[in-house]
């Protein structure tokens, strides 16, 4: 089966996109603080126990739901940007879906922070599921008629259920929803001709899902996209135990080396 053309571009943008806010963001956190492995590791723990704090209060937010989001993504920004303690220091990304859940909670409606966000979940993390669950979670809050740019969360999760899960019938169901999203918001008219594009694009989505589809390929096309950017250990044993489920030739060696036995 061949995979369409759509597919991979998207699968690969959603890692571009995030990556590049992280070498903007490389040079200011070296200036900020003075790195060690230790020091680190204790900034991490500290900010652990702020996102957890952040969690515990009250859904009101006592009426500052939309500044406490805010905040939290500028200083996700910051943590995700730090390359020298997430990859070189071995911290990883494991944070991200704590200040995904605090988005997630009180400003589902932050469409610029939701690619950003589940790529570092989804990607950097290996934990595509936690990152579609985050996006239910999201839609659950989500009116198309008052936020029009909702069909992107439907749109996203559709990607991310068939390159993870390899899931067609919910990628299916995401799209046609991304879809009815669509038809329901409304747009100003400068905007008709992009969307039709898109609506275009999501139809043939839908035909695709509907036919023959290739389950153990997308989802090696997914876990292999998660393993060539892990950037520690942990997340590249877990992208080969999935590619081990779908019957890639596939290990680890004691030194961390990924040695892939058979291209199949």
């Known amino acids: 089966m061949k995979i369409p053309n759509w597919l991979i571009p998207i699968a690969i943008a959603t890692l ?18 003075s790195q060690t492995p230790e020091s680190d590791r204790l900034w991490v723990e500290r900010e652990q126990r702020k996102l957890r704090a952040l969690q515990k209060l009250p859904p009101s937010g006592f009426g500052f739901n939309n500044l406490i989001a805010d905040y939290v993504f500028i200083d996700f920004l910051q943590y995700y940007g730090d390359d020298v303690a997430r990859v070189e220091h071995q911290t990883g990304y494991g944070l991200s879906k704590e200040y995904f859940k605090i988005i997630a909670d009180r400003k589902p409606y932050f469409f610029g922070s939701h690619s950003y966000m589940t790529s570092s979940v989804g990607i950097l993390g290996g934990e595509p599921k936690t990152s579609i669950e985050l996006l239910d979670k999201i839609l659950t809050k989500l009116e198309p008629e008052r936020f029009p740019l909702t069909y992107s969360v439907w749109q996203r999760k559709a990607i991310d259920e068939m ?3 390899g899931d067609n019938k919910k990628a299916k169901e995401s799209t046609l929803k ?3 999203a669509m038809d329901r918001a409304k747009f100003p008219p400068e905007y008709r001709e992009a969307l039709e594009g898109i609506k275009t694009i999501l139809l043939q989505r839908v035909e695709f899902l509907s036919g023959e589809f290739d389950s153990i390929r997308f989802r090696r096309l997914g876990w292999f996209l998660i393993l060539n950017s892990a950037p ?3 997340i590249r044993k877990i992208a080969v135990a999935e ?22």
């Open 16 to 33: 571009a996109a995030a990556s590049a806010i992280g070498l903007q963001q490389q040079s200011l956190n070296r200036q900020l603080r």
């Open 163 to 165: 390159l993870f899960l």
């Open 178 to 180: 991304a879809i009815e």
């Open 232 to 234: 520690d250990l942990r």
């Open 243 to 264: 590619l081990q489920k779908v019957g890639v030739d596939i290990e680890i060696s004691p030194e961390g080396e990924v040695k892939l036995n058979s291209p199949n």
